[in-house]
């Protein structure tokens, strides 16, 4: 049996020019236990990519030239790990998401994904994948995101320091800016942003919603742009005689 473990972590101030209260993007860990019989246990994909690794930076494992892997939470010296990596893996293309349970540091998060999308590197969740909490983030970075059957995805709301999670705000404050400006930056429209953005906040800190691999490749599809209304003319040629 599983069970969720979510753990708070410190806040940082997102955005100068706004009061105080609003300067804050909060930091979430979804840390999963298995309470069966006996200690704690890897998951087999992840064991699987140790078996793989040709190097380690961190939570992320190199398995050849071309692909990386993450295998454990993101913290604030994830970004300069993925660097160092890129550095010495150039040809990098593909990073593998398997088992994830989020970030420490939201910025540092925000950060790492946007240095995935500068990089122009596909993310990919395989078969027995799990990406939870702030790495979901991370897997919307790729230039490219592909989801195998098997994989799973888990989003909750973040807490603050007081003790409040995202619906204790109004909807126009200045805390959710930087949520919903990321996710128009890996390409989502500013409805989507806050249709996915609601999504990862209708359920509370201490729960978490979970996804399959369909459910989750739903949210990757950009709305259709609602075709440009028509006016109608009546002809009146044909009432005249």
Not at 126 to 147: H, K, M, N, T, Y
Not at 205 to 227: I, N, S, V, Y
Request: glycine share 6%; with cysteine.
């Amino acid at each position: 049996m599983r069970t969720l473990a979510l753990a708070l972590a410190t806040l940082f101030a997102a955005l100068s020019a706004v009061p105080a209260q609003a300067q804050q993007v909060v930091t979430w860990v979804v840390v999963e236990e298995w309470t069966e019989t006996g200690a704690s246990r890897m998951f087999p994909a992840q064991a699987r990519v140790e078996e793989q690794a040709i190097a380690r930076y961190g939570p992320f494992r190199v398995l050849d030239d071309s692909r990386a892997a993450l295998v454990d939470v993101t913290d604030t010296a994830s970004p300069a790990q993925f660097s160092a990596m890129l550095r010495d893996y150039p040809a990098l293309a593909t990073l593998e998401l398997v088992e994830c349970p989020g970030t420490d540091d939201d910025r540092a998060n925000f950060r790492l994904g946007r240095m995935i999308r500068e990089r122009g590197i596909a993310t990919h969740v395989p078969d027995g994948g799990s990406v939870r909490s702030g790495a979901v983030e991370l897997f919307l970075a790729g230039a490219s995101r592909r989801i195998d059957d098997g994989a799973e995805f888990a989003v909750h709301s973040w807490m603050d320091e007081s003790g409040r999670e995202a619906r204790d705000f109004a909807a126009d404050a200045a805390v959710h800016d930087p949520y919903l400006a990321y996710y128009r930056e890996m390409g989502m429209d500013a409805g989507h942003a806050e249709r996915f953005y609601a999504m990862t906040n209708s359920v509370g800190f201490t729960d978490a919603k979970w996804m399959d691999a369909d459910e989750m490749r739903g949210w990757l599809e950009q709305p259709a742009a609602a075709p440009a209304p028509k006016l109608a003319y009546l002809d009146l040629s044909l009432a005249l005689p």
